[in-house]
């Protein structure tokens, strides 16, 4: 999706921020399988609006660089600021970096939007120094049943399911690439405290799943979360690898 044809940008981190618990997870999670002492320089790839960008560097103690190819996301993440964060404009099939620049690349919720996923693999590779590794927080069409939404907005699981690449070939693109996986996980997040405040989420429509519905679906799928009459937390499943770059 072209970010850039769209108003996502404007609400996305109103959508997608679930506050400072959540990012203290994505924290502890980078924490528990990335050492700080050998990592210098970030790469956050598809860094969007750079919601973990900032974490990344005061969890590190890093210089963390964000890339994404949305002028309008970047614009957002610029505007958000950080002492140790920076900017490019690029894809993760040609990061604008010289080789070996970086000791860790983050990439968040992005992969399904890679256009050549062994490309961008390769170019992990090419940007990160000996032994560096990709942290990659990710959706899985296998895992459509489990996303909190699917339940009311019925074309959407069929969406998932095509556009979500599976896990086996998300990590076969690295292993082409001569990456070997560290860690393989799950991280349960939570999204909304309860019915009513995810409701207020979605409404944003800042999924690029959910702004492809008819607005008669969206509305009605909107309406259908509201009436929800189970009690919260509304959680969901993120998937996890740590790969390391082979000689």
Known sequence: ??????????TYDQARGHGPDFLALWMETVGAHIDSSTIRTV??????TGRFSAALATQLNASVI???????????????????????CGSAESIPLQSDCADLIFISMA?????NPETAAQECRRVLRPNGRVFLRTGCGERANAYPYV?????????????????????????????RVL???????????????????????????????????????????????????????IDVVVFEKGS
């Open 1 to 10: 999706m072209d970010y850039d044809k769209t108003e996502i940008a404007k």
């Open 43 to 48: 790469l956050d790839v598809g860094c969007g």
């Open 66 to 88: 964000g890339v994404d190819p949305s002028i309008k996301m970047l614009s957002e993440a610029v505007r958000n600021g950080h002492a140790h964060v920076s900017h490019v």
């Open 111 to 115: 992969f399904h939007h890679f256009t």
């Open 151 to 179: 339940p009311y907005f019925p074309s959407t699981k069929a969406m998932i399911e095509a556009r979500l690449p599976s896990m086996e070939f998300q990590c076969e693109a690295f292993r082409a690439a001569s990456f």
């Open 183 to 237: 860690y393989s996980g799950v991280v349960i997040q939570q999204v909304a405290v309860d019915y009513e405040a995810y409701a207020d989420k979605l409404a944003l429509r800042a999924d690029s799943i959910l702004v492809s519905l008819d607005d008669h679906e969206f509305n009605a799928g909107i309406a259908a979360v509201r009436s929800e009459k189970r009690p919260g937390p509304i959680s969901e499943p």
